[in-house]
């Protein structure tokens, strides 16, 4: 019995934090307007953190194991250090007061084609007031899918239809002033 009195603390301790969280930032994100001629609807949807637009150096990637389809319209996604392995070091980068570069990558499953959308930190978290979020304890990043459009073939004017449509919100806290 004691075992279980214990267990049950620790759980509503750790879930304590999280659930003092609140939406430090939300900004809505579209990828569309694909020049790719994709033959599937499944892709896997990565969110890449990197120093720069124009290298991959120190990339970290979160979301790395969501794999999405039309179907998955309405589902939340959601990273926390318990969920996902790049969260710890994603923190870091949306926080350290560097303007670096998000991603967010769409890959066809079959083919790896890519299609993406990327923004300097400071342009992404342009209601932050700072380059990034630095000073913000983030508890967890979720992505909501709030649409995805996929025609499955070519489309008047270019590729096939395709538009993916999520919105990010960065949960966490602000810390109170020291005395």
Same mark, same amino acid.
């Given at each position: ?10 759980? +509503? ?10 939406? +430090?930032?939300?900004?809505?994100? #579209?990828?569309?307007? @694909? *020049?790719?001629?994709?033959?599937? @609807? +499944? ?6 953190? =990197? ?9 970290? *990637? !979160? ?17 926390? @250090? ?22 967010? !990558?769409?890959?066809?499953?079959? #083919?790896?084609?890519?299609? $993406?959308?990327?923004? =300097? ?7 932050? $007031? #700072? ?20 025609? $499955?073939?070519?489309?008047?004017? =270019? $590729? ?8 990010? *919100? ?8 020291? #005395?």
């Amino acid at each position: 019995m004691p075992i279980r009195f214990c267990c049950l603390l620790a759980a +509503l301790f750790m879930g304590q934090a999280h659930a003092a969280s609140t939406p +430090l930032f939300q900004r809505a994100i #579209s990828i569309n307007k @694909s *020049t790719n001629d994709f033959a599937t @609807s +499944l892709f896997d949807l990565d969110l890449v953190l =990197g120093d720069d637009a124009f290298t991959t150096a120190n990339p970290v *990637t !979160l979301f790395d194991d969501v794999a999405i389809e039309p179907a998955d319209a309405g589902t939340v996604y959601e990273a926390t @250090s318990a969920t996902d392995p790049g969260f710890d070091e994603a923190v870091l980068r949306i926080t350290d007061g560097l303007d670096r570069f998000l991603q967010f !990558l769409a890959t066809e499953v079959q #083919s790896g084609r890519e299609q $993406g959308i990327g923004f =300097g930190e400071s342009g992404f978290f342009l209601a932050a $007031g #700072s380059p990034d979020l630095a000073g913000n304890i983030i508890d967890a990043i979720t992505l909501r899918l709030d649409g995805f459009t996929f025609s $499955g073939g070519p489309v008047p004017g =270019g $590729g096939p239809e395709f538009e993916i449509l999520m919105t990010v *919100t960065v949960l966490g806290r602000v810390p109170e002033p020291h #005395s």
